[in-house]
């Protein structure tokens, strides 16, 4: 059993994670099930609530989590990420790329990720590239218009797409077999009712 960690703050768009998460804490889609489970790191043990008002209790605190620990590091957006106060996920952001450990960043997380340095020579996306050029950083070159952008172990999207950041997780995670990967997202992404039952043929039960 692997570990996904989702970090969790204050007004967390709670929209932005929720095709991702669970579908990796669900056994119905995995080819190794039970291969991976989700936990919330917090900046502290201490609840947090996400923009739409539920409370989470963080099952670990941000100072007690390594690379080592995880599979991966998932960044939701939150309006804290605009005044600096997520600045602690962004440095460990930079620890888990260092380490080679995939961080997946939507929205806001973007651009606590600019301000750390971290898109200033990797491809991304985000909200626009005028929102990160607000942070200063010096990536717009690397900046690329679409729904979301895989560089290596770098996943970035922008808050309208959080069926294209959960696919290219799954798809980094290797959650799902390529022609059930295809299904899952002609499913979500392009609501192809029909894709349930090819999805459902190709998914080990």
Not at 113 to 141: F, I, K, N, P, Q
């Amino acid at each position: 059993m692997r570990t996904v960690h989702v970090a969790v703050y204050d007004t967390l768009a709670d929209w932005e994670v929720g095709y991702a998460i669970a579908h990796i804490n669900s056994s119905f889609g995995q080819h190794a099930p039970g291969r991976y489970e989700v936990k919330t790191v917090g900046p502290s043990l201490a609840p947090v609530t996400t923009l739409g008002g539920m409370r989470i209790l963080p099952d670990v605190a941000l100072a007690d989590l390594t690379p080592a620990d995880s599979a991966m590091l998932i960044l939701p957006g939150a309006f804290t990420w605009d005044n600096g106060a997520n600045a602690a996920f962004g440095r460990l952001a930079r620890a888990f790329l260092a380490a080679g450990v995939p961080v997946a960043a939507i929205c806001g997380a973007t651009a606590g990720l600019a301000m750390e340095g971290l898109l200033d020579d990797r491809d991304h996306t985000s909200s626009a590239v005028e929102y990160l050029m607000a942070t200063g950083y010096t990536g717009a070159a690397h900046y690329r218009d679409t729904a979301v952008v895989t560089d290596g172990d770098l996943i970035t999207a922008g808050p309208t797409a959080p069926v294209e950041f959960a696919h290219a997780v799954l798809a980094k995670l290797d959650i799902y077999t390529p022609d059930a990967l295809a299904a899952w997202y002609r499913l979500f992404g392009e609501q192809d009712a029909g894709a349930f039952f090819e999805l459902a043929a190709v998914v080990p039960q």
